[in-house]
Nanobody, 121 residues
């Protein structure tokens, strides 16, 4: 079994910052990509940022210049540094990882449980 455990969400004022973390654990052979999605009330889940192994980060236009995604491959962890937060960033943020599980060597798409980010004055 594989688990993705997220942390770092919470409430912040407009213009503030948050750092989200997501650690993958379990029967992991390799991780092809990790990323973050968000889902606001009444809206579909959408990509915030992702990064493939050995690849360049990919960002949604709405967060370019304000957010930075990074990975610690040794720790199977992905981070999302969010700066200059806006009220429209309020959403539940989900970690996503494309993982080859062991010993089956089968690739599976995993999701975290979600962490709430609320930007409000």
């Amino acid at each position: 079994q594989v688990q993705l455990v997220e942390s770092g969400g919470g409430g912040v004022q407009p213009g503030g910052s948050l750092r989200l973390s997501c650690a993958a654990s379990g029967s992991i052979f390799s991780i092809a990509a990790m990323g973050w999605y968000c889902q606001a009330p009444g809206k579909q889940r959408e990509l915030v940022a992702n990064i493939a192994s050995g690849g360049r980060p990919n960002y949604a236009d709405s967060v370019k210049g304000r957010c930075t995604i990074s990975r610690d491959t040794a720790k199977n962890t992905v981070y999302l540094q969010m700066n200059i937060l806006k009220p429209e960033d309020t959403a539940v943020y989900y970690c996503n990882a494309l993982i080859t599980i062991a010993p089956q060597r089968r690739q599976v798409d995993y999701w975290g449980q979600g962490t709430q980010v609320t930007v409000s004055s």
